[in-house]
């Protein structure tokens, strides 16, 4: 490597002042931003009462549970938790389904290569936004009091909160889509109809197909967390056998959900690319 | 007989195109010229309605093109097929899908969206497809070719649209020599075997003169010229892309001669 020559130091100084003498207010920036960082994670420390006695002290409970684990045993209620889990598993994937299927024609309505007008858009938006702020728990807890505990009342709850999470996604999608393919159909003679089967959709289908199949596999696990609020499947087990100190079985079950996610994961990543690979889509 | 009068077209107060007007009668190869910038695919954009006049008409056998709307302007997209400098193929779809594209104005829509193509269609294109040797391919994603590939699709779904004018924008602008020709050919082709009228927009004056029949130039979105490409000659030429050292350099895009732009660059290079 051969050694550059000098840069001419003082040369470089006047002509590009605002490198060299930044003002003060710019060159305390970073560092004031780093403190203000610092400060706002002390308090938070500080305001939730963290206390690593308390912690400490509680750790030795925490390999008592473990211990008791140990070996995992689902006693003789094996076929109970594998309808469990195929509940979970469906509730994952009917709501995350019907979410999809609702929020592909509305997403339309929220683009604004579709709809140019932000009168239009813009409340489709905000409800979109409005139902995502509301988290699928919460959704479930509504539904249980609607529908009655079980597992409609989870596939609903993943249904109406993922369906304004996919309306955004869906939009950004198709609003990220290249405009010139639209416009080939259009040049041709083609109705909006066929813009957006033709030019759009072609587009969009693998991303939204690999974010839908995203939501199913993360969706397991939420279905899981609500079945312990009520709303059916293996978390209504999970959450019972925890309130009985059952850990044997509670290690089983949570091995079942490990399981079960892993395979979907497995699963839905295959799948991801068998949709966005090379062939000709429909 | 395809009529362009007073044909404008505004973005904000700047106007792309400024009051051209002319005529080409049936059969035609036109060449429209002009540096970037002087509107040359706006008024193609025009003619096929993907751009809105602000003003001017433009009548095709007496036909208003501009007062069309919903089935009927439709159909005239149809028959003013466009080809355009990328290509604008729906990229994820085969090739043979794309070039039913061009006869989506003709197949009843609930036959197109479910792509139950009838066999007269497919026959058609791929029909299309083989006078540019592309038939092999009609199964492979558009986005898997080539451009010079990728536009004969392009012009196969022009010519199934069975036009009376195709557009064509900068068709060759992103291929390279060998393919500008095949590009090119293929228009001419079209052009004497159908008698269908082409309007092309070319940058290279070379390929102007060799393909078409008449040329019309544009600069800062007027007519400025409009003959044989005999009639072209060198100053004429100069005149028409000179003006694009001035919009470079930032000044009025008046005739101001050669000489003062060139101490432009030099003070713009030493700055
Ligand atoms: N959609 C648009 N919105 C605003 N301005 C536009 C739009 N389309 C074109 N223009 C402007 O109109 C003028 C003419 O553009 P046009 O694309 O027709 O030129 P061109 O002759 O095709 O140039 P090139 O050779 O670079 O393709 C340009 O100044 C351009 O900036
Ligand atoms: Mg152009």
């Known amino acids: 490597m051969t050694e550059s020559p000098k840069p001419d130091f003082e040369g470089l100084r006047a002509r590009h002042p605002e490198v060299f003498d930044r003002p003060l207010s710019a060159r305390l920036a970073t560092p004031t931003m780093m403190i203000a960082a610092f400060s706002v994670f002390v308090f938070g420390l500080i305001d939730l009462e963290f206390s690593p006695s308390r912690f400490f002290s509680g750790l030795h409970q925490l390999g008592w549970i473990a211990l008791m684990m140990i070996p995992p045993d689902p006693g003789s209620s094996l076929p109970v938790y594998l309808v469990a889990l195929g509940e979970t598993l469906s509730i994952a994937l009917l709501g995350t389904t019907l979410a999809a299927v609702f929020a592909l024609p509305v997403s339309l309505l929220a683009a604004r290569n579709i709809v140019p007008s932000s009168i239009f858009r813009f409340p489709v938006r905000r409800f979109l936004d409005s139902i995502r702020g509301v988290d699928t728990l919460i959704w479930a807890l509504v539904w249980i009091n609607v529908v009655g505990l079980g597992p409609f009342a989870g596939v609903l709850a993943i249904a109406v909160a993922d369906f304004g999470a996919f309306g955004k996604l869906f939009s950004e999608a198709i609003e990220a889509a290249d405009r010139k393919q639209v416009e080939g159909i259009r040049a041709s003679g083609g109705n909006a109809l066929h813009e957006i089967r033709f030019g759009l959709m072609p587009q969009v289908l693998p991303v939204i197909a690999g974010q839908v199949l995203y939501f199913i596999e993360s969706n397991t696990r939420s279905a899981t967390i609500i079945g312990i609020v009520g709303a059916g499947g293996i978390g209504l087990q999970l959450a019972e056998q925890i309130r009985v100190l059952e850990w044997q079985k509670v290690s089983f079950l949570i091995l079942m959900i490990l399981v079960a996610v892993a395979a979907i994961d497995w699963i839905s990543s295959k799948l991801r690319f068998a949709i966005i690979g090379r062939r000709a889509v429909v | ?271």
């Not at chain 2, 051209?20 to 040359?40: C, M, N, Q």
């Open chain 2, 1 to 271: 007989m395809l009529v362009v009068e007073g044909l404008t077209c505004r973005f904000g107060t700047k106007a792309a195109v400024d009051d051209a007007s002319f005529s080409i009668s049936p059969g035609g190869f036109v060449g429209v010229i002009g540096r970037s910038g002087a509107g040359k695919s706006t008024l193609l954009r025009m003619i096929n309605r993907l751009a809105e006049p602000s003003e001017g008409r433009i009548l095709f056998d007496g036909l208003d093109v501009t007062a069309l709307r919903g089935k009927q302007l439709r159909q005239w997209r149809a028959r003013s097929a466009m080809i355009f400098q990328q290509f604008n193929l729906v990229g994820r779809l085969d090739v043979l899908t794309n070039v039913l594209m061009g006869r989506l104005a003709e197949i009843p829509s609930w036959r197109s969206l479910t792509q139950l193509w009838p066999d007269e269609e497919k026959a058609l294109a791929m029909s299309a497809l083989e006078q540019f040797d592309m038939a092999s391919l009609a199964a492979q994603r558009a986005d898997q070719l080539s451009g010079g590939q990728q536009q004969r699709v392009a012009i196969a779904r022009a010519l199934v649209q069975e036009p009376d004018i195709i557009l064509a924008d900068e068709p060759i602008a992103s291929l390279d020599p060998r393919n500008t020709r095949i590009v090119m050919d293929a228009l001419l082709r079209i052009n004497k075997h159908f008698g269908i009228t082409v309007i092309c927009n070319l940058h290279s004056l070379d390929l102007a003169r060799t393909y078409c029949d008449r040329l019309i130039g544009m600069a800062s979105g007027r007519v400025v010229f409009d003959g044989a490409p005999a009639m072209l000659t060198d100053h004429i030429a100069r005149e028409l892309y000179d003006l694009e050292a001035n919009e470079v350099m930032g000044t009025a895009p008046t005739h101001a001669s050669a000489d003062s732009t060139i101490p432009a660059f030099g003070t713009a290079a030493a700055a």
